[in-house]
């Protein structure tokens, strides 16, 4: 073996479905966000008596919930259950009013998929609990809108050997359940929950939980790692137990030790029928999913050139690499018509380049994009024939973001056009050159950087307006 510690995880990872209403009442999807208080968050607001369990109360299945799992599963590489029901999982905690979940154990819908190279192992359809709440004195409160919320189970077999690896795992699961439209899988607000089983050469594992962000699954699996293999270098034993994960110490603290398995008196549900999933449903479903991260990746680099790490941060923001495909559109449509002459996979690139290094500084954290992919093209268009600068058009996105204005209006307006006029640019170089000799001399004697440096000097001297290129060529030939 390579390595005398080889590390071995598995995932287990909750994901809420974002469907109209839960699983298995007509009240309306909407959890209380994390973070709010519950005062603010207005608790106990979407419940009625099937998700509170009064007496008599009857669930129905939420055929939405059922087939974004489904979906799920076949963007998973799965196999679909043709035969599969629901079981009732019996345990006691206030958050769970009906003393039991309906989830499913024997017969989960999705087996044996694959993503990464990592193997899954099952992914099954439950219902989630309502939140507790014990920091508010000497009592508890209880709030029950996340009560029966459609909650998606994924369990992977344990083929993960590092924290990055299982980051990576996460934050490409996230990516396909977004890119599916069936949740928007944020760590920050509980919508994805990662728990890690974590062992050294297959021993005793450790699940932690309360993982919350991507930095936390790997921080975590990193420290139980270290830790475990510290244990076992002092012969001390590895405890099966669950563990807890505190952020601010950025450590791992036990929480319970798990000395006999958890008897749930697992049975099936009598109150909902068995699901039959027919072959053609299963088919009409994989015509829904859309082109999946990955393969987008790979058409990208393929269909535009891009780099394969260019490609990479597109499509990890499924709006940039939206937004970036349809200014290709619109550049590939103008370049049809004739209305522009060049060579489209440079402003391809450009226009990639842009949306990778500019947008980010510019996009508002929540709220709608107010650019469009027109006047984006016709931008990069701009900059592309020179009548633009670099720093002239990073100034106008910026309004362009603010107002949704077109770049040629505010071109004009905030004075920001490039000057290619040889015989303005003539004079500036002329001044340049009387008002500083040092750089002359040293580009004379062929100090190259000094060429630069003089450039600079006749932009500033433009007030950023000159092209820097033209510049260039005219101090090249007055300084022979
Ligand atoms: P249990 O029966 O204890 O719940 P399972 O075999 O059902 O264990 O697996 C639960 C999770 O633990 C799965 O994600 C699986 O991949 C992972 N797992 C199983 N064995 C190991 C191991 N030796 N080390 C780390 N993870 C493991
Ligand atoms: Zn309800
Ligand atoms: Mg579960």
Request: aromatic share 8%; with cysteine.
């Amino acid at each position: 073996m390579a390595n005398k510690y080889e590390p071995t995880i598995g995932l287990e990872i909750h994901v809420e479905l974002k469907t109209k209403t839960k699983m298995f009442c007509s009240c309306l999807n909407v959890p209380t966000a994390v973070g709010i208080p519950t005062e603010v968050g207005n608790p106990n607001v979407n419940i009625c008596p099937v998700c509170t369990a009064q007496p008599g109360s009857m669930p129905v299945i939420n055929e939405e919930a059922v087939h974004d799992v489904i979906k799920a599963g076949l963007a998973l590489n799965c196999k679909i259950a043709e035969h599969t029901w629901f079981e009732r999982k019996n345990y006691f905690y206030p958050d769970l009013p009906k003393g039991y979940q309906i989830t499913q154990f024997e017969a989960p819908l999705c087996v044996e998929g694959k993503l990464d190279d990592i193997r899954i192992r099952r992914i099954h359809l439950e219902e989630d609990v309502g939140k507790s709440i014990h920091d508010k004195g000497d009592y508890s409160l209880v709030d029950y809108n996340r009560a029966g919320v459609p909650l998606m189970e994924l369990v992977t077999e344990p083929d993960i050997h590092g924290a990055e690896q299982a980051k990576k795992f996460a934050q490409d699961l996230q990516l396909v359940f977004k890119y599916l439209g069936i949740s928007d899988a944020d760590m920050e607000k509980g919508q994805m929950r990662v728990e890690a089983n974590i062992s050294l050469n297959m021993g005793t594992k450790v699940e932690v939980k309360n993982l919350n962000s991507f930095r936390a699954v790997e921080k975590a699996i990193e420290f139980e790692i270290d830790r475990q293999q510290k244990a076992v270098e002092n012969d001390e034993k590895i405890i099966h137990e669950t563990r807890g994960w505190n952020d601010s110490k950025s450590e791992t603290f036990s929480q319970r030790i798990k000395e006999t398995s958890d008897d749930y008196r697992y049975f099936p549900e009598p109150d909902l029928p068995p699901l039959e999933i027919k072959k053609e449903l299963v088919k009409k479903l994989q015509a829904e999913i859309p082109e999946l991260p990955f393969a987008r990746k790979e058409r990208f680099i393929e269909e535009y050139k891009l780099s394969e790490q260019s490609a990479d941060v597109l499509i990890s923001f499924k709006y940039l690499a939206d937004f970036f495909e349809q200014t290709v559109s619109e550049l590939k449509g103008w370049l049809e018509s004739g209305k522009i002459k060049t060579n489209i996979d440079r402003l391809i690139q450009l226009s990639a380049n842009y949306i990778i290094t500019e947008f980010p500084k510019f996009l508002p954290v929540a709220g709608e994009i107010k650019i469009t992919a027109e006047n984006f093209a016709e931008l990069i268009y701009m900059t592309f024939i020179g009548d633009i600068s670099s720093s002239g058009a990073q100034e106008a996105l910026k309004e362009m973001f603010k107002t949704g204005g077109d770049p040629s209006q505010i071109i004009e307006s905030k004075n920001l056009k490039q000057t290619s006029d040889t015989g303005e640019l003539e004079k500036i170089v002329e001044i340049v050159i009387k008002n500083n000799p040092q750089p002359v001399e040293d580009y004379k004697k062929g100090k190259e950087t000094a060429l630069q440096f003089l450039i600079g000097l006749a932009m500033r001297e433009s007030k950023g307006k000159a092209n820097p290129n033209i510049v260039g060529e005219i101090i090249k030939k007055k300084l022979g």
